[in-house]
């Protein structure tokens, strides 16, 4: 084609569709022709848009807002329409170092390892258990148990009571095996140290919850003179975790108080089996155990243990002022102070069952009437969410994570301050005395704790655990980054110093001045 001939195009004629519209190439038929839209709302029948490719040719679909309102209508499709759950985590391989151990010491901490244990391997999660043990069990839930070597505090009488050093070959190449996503560790103690080491040296993330308000026991026990080298410690673990878990905000703010590093700092979500621990339990032959067979007996309890930092002596003035009410108090559990406890509550209604377990604990728990707490150094305080669980009113000192749990006084609950016993004993008084405001306080508190199931509680700390992953993978970034601006740093002091002192050699030393130019002016 030359440069002046005229350029043609073929153009194929419109379809009779597009004519209809003036020749502009839009086309807007209606594959319902005469049917309004009141009348296809009416008959359940969605308006339809018509496509066409310029050939005379018309697909069908539906109108643009005939598509947003089907889409709306899924949304609130009944709930008997399959929805898919949403992604879970990807399974993890999760070291737990535990001490005292959760097979033979009995603690809230028992309690909620126990759990997290069964939790993380009921969703698929890889566990091995390191722990200080007697007779440990193989497996426990499917989780492997490595037992280390322990020993016991020379002050406080608890065989059960184990702590260790950690240090392990057989630990050590298990975790070189197996390789673990997470390191999880209690704290305080002494075997945090040692999981300490092993994930700095393998890179592994570390979580550390701490579990025991040690500073607070250390002038019952010993000298109050370690308290400030217990906080350095403390301190210690919170720095080198990637997380620090605690179980109650209060534990927080008293961590974040003592100059422990706050942003890695959470919270352990509350939980409690409230199939376990359940009004059900009920039962005549427990009461009577439990009230020394007085049928009309009020029956104040305390589940746990019996030792000298759990404030026990302090409910002898709350139990003489009931003297005119038929309220008796039973202690269930164990523990290195209760012969001295038996001494000091002789001559009143009080009974000790000894440790309980199974359906037994279960049954003291919904057999009793009112839970008493005066422990002042509880993190948590598991055994007041047990007793809510069974239908009980708790009156507890507001101190520790207590405050966490009774977290709406007067309602599922009563708290004293701390060292107002007289306080304490009104409270008590009001609940042994009107059997409705008891029972009314107790459906309350079991309806609250039904929110706190454990499904709940190990998503939460698996999301946390995924948490430190994140925060360990960060961190190496700029720790590696750092490490290169140090010696970088370092490598440029070194050049400077060697310069610096050629220089001053060069300069002393009279061979050298002789070959130094001289000044032309001269």
């Known amino acids: 084609m030359s440069g002046g001939q005229a350029r043609t195009t073929s153009r194929k004629p419109l379809p009779a569709c597009h004519k209809a519209q003036g020749g502009t190439g839009a086309c807007n038929a209606q594959a319902q022709p005469g049917i309004s839209m009141a009348q296809l709302k009416a008959e359940g029948r969605a308006p339809l848009a018509v496509l066409c490719g310029g050939n005379g040719v018309h697909k069908a679909r539906p109108a643009a ?25 990807p399974p993890k391989n999760v070291f737990v170092f535990i001490e005292p151990s959760p097979f033979s010491h009995v603690s809230g901490m028992k309690i909620r390892f126990s759990n997290l244990i069964k939790g993380l391997r009921e969703v698929g999660d890889d566990v091995t258990v390191v722990t200080p043990c007697i007779n440990p069990p193989r497996t426990f839930h499917g989780a492997k148990v490595v037992s280390v070597l322990g020993f016991s505090l020379p002050f406080y009488n608890s065989p059960t009571l184990l702590l260790s050093l950690g240090l392990s070959v057989r630990v050590l190449w298990r975790l070189l095996t197996h390789r673990p996503d997470v390191i999880h560790v209690s704290s305080p103690g002494f075997l945090v140290f040692a999981a300490t080491l092993y994930a700095k040296l393998l890179a592994i993330p570390l979580v550390v919850s701490y579990h025991t308000h040690i500073p607070e026991y250390i002038p019952m026990y010993t ?13 210690f673990n919170v720095l080198m975790a990637d997380l620090t878990l605690v179980p109650s905000k209060t534990m927080k703010l008293e961590l974040a108080r003592n100059r422990c590093r706050s ?56 139990l003489q002022s009931l003297a005119d ?25 009080v009974y000790f069952t000894g440790m309980l377990k199974g359906e037994e604990l279960s049954s003291a728990y919904a057999s009793a009437d009112v839970f008493v707490m005066p422990s002042e150094t509880e993190t948590l305080g598991f055994v007041a969410l047990e007793a809510m669980a069974s239908g009980l009113p708790v009156v507890a000192v507001a101190a520790g994570g207590l405050v966490d749990i009774v977290t709406q006084p007067g309602v599922i609950g009563h708290l004293y301050a701390s060292g107002d016993y007289a306080r304490a004993a009104a409270l008590t008084r009001g609940l042994v005395v ?53 010696f970088t740093r370092m490598l440029h002091a070194l050049v400077a110093a060697v310069q610096w002192l050629v220089n001053a050699v060069v300069y002393r030393l009279d061979y050298a001045r002789r070959f130094r130019p001289r000044s032309t002016y001269g």
Not at 73 to 85: S, W, Y
Not at 292 to 317: C, F, H, M, Q, S
Not at 441 to 462: C, D, N, T
């Open 263 to 318: 942003q890695r700092i959470d919270v352990w979500q509350q939980a409690v089996d409230t199939d376990v621990f359940n009004p059900v339990f009920r039962s005549a032959d427990m009461r009577a155990r439990m009230s020394g067979g007085r049928p009309d007996a009020v029956i104040l309890t305390y589940v746990g243990r019996l030792g000298a930092e759990k404030n026990l002596e302090a409910l002898k003035g709350v």
């Open 65 to 89: 807002h005939s598509v947003a309102v089907q889409a709306s209508a899924a949304l609130a499709a009944p709930p008997d329409v399959p929805v898919l759950p949403a992604p879970a985590t």
């Open 223 to 235: 000298w109050k003179g370690l308290v400030e080298p217990m906080w350095k410690i403390i301190r």
């Open 325 to 349: 009410t038929p309220a008796c108090l039973c202690f269930v559990g164990d523990g290195p102070a209760r012969r001295d406890l038996e001494r000091h509550f002789e001559g009143l209604p």
């Open 434 to 486: 009107d059997e409705g405001a008891r029972v009314a306080m107790g459906a309350a508190a079991r309806a609250h704790v039904e929110k706190l199931g454990w499904q709940a509680a190990i998503r939460r700390i698996r999301d946390q655990y995924q948490r430190a992953i994140h925060t360990f993978r960060a961190h190496k970034r700029f720790r590696w980054v750092a490490i290169r601006v140090f």
